[in-house]
């Protein structure tokens, strides 16, 4: 009946039934099913599913944010009943797009799409200075931190926030994750980033692998 219930979930998170995908939530709970059961197997099953699915152009950006609201809804319904414990996460990731950017589109799917891989998600939000990103490194202690830029002229923060953490220290304990439209790969190893990603899928992919270095 497990099984049955989380492939109900998976396919639901797919396809944008939000209306399936709660009943069927609801539906678990009511056998005795886990949030944290449901989460594992469900939904973080499901978004790598999806971002298979868009790294191979079956499924377009507008059903991946579908999907993606499919899974952040039922998330929250999901954490406001564990009481007392936390969701097996597989690492923590503060996000926050930088310095003179107000764009967060990209990073807001991402940290979605990194929720759904099985990560804790610090977002800082926007704008974010380069002695902000080291607070939420002293604070937070994450494994992974992720850098975002949707403009040309914004591009050097990165290496500017980059620059921050060698000065303080704090360089060797996160692996940094850059992305956004004018990013690519050259520029990543230029300024001495551990990882590019081209889009949210790819971002957790990625991440995921760093796990393994």
Not at 17 to 40: F, N, R, Y
Not at 124 to 149: M, W
Not at 153 to 167: F, K, P, V, Y
Request: net charge negative; aromatic share 4%.
């Amino acid at each position: 009946m497990l099984d049955s219930v989380f492939g109900r979930i998976k396919e639901a998170t797919v396809v944008g039934d939000m209306k399936g995908a709660i009943a069927t939530v609801d539906q678990a709970l009511s056998h005795g099913v886990t949030p944290a059961e449901i989460i594992q197997k469900g939904f973080i099953e499901a978004m790598s599913v999806v971002g298979k699915k868009f790294k191979n152009n079956e499924i377009y950006l507008p059903e991946m944010l579908i999907a993606a609201k499919v899974m952040k809804t039922c998330l929250e319904k999901l954490k406001a009943l564990i009481v007392g414990h936390e969701v097996p996460t597989i690492g923590t990731i503060v996000l926050g797009t930088v310095k003179g950017d107000l764009h967060d589109i990209g990073k807001n799917l991402v940290g979605i799409m990194m929720e759904g891989a099985g990560l804790k998600v610090i977002d800082l939000g926007i704008d974010i200075p380069p002695e902000k990103f080291a607070e939420a490194i002293k604070t937070h202690r994450p494994q992974f931190l992720g850098l975002s830029a949707l403009l040309t002229t914004t591009m050097a923060a990165m290496r500017d926030t980059i620059r921050e953490l060698e000065n303080l220290g704090l360089r060797k304990e996160v692996k940094i994750l850059v992305g956004g439209a004018p990013i690519t790969q050259k520029f990543a190893d230029e300024i001495g980033a551990d990882g590019y990603a081209d889009n949210a899928a790819e971002a957790a992919d990625t991440v995921k692998a760093m796990l393994l270095w």
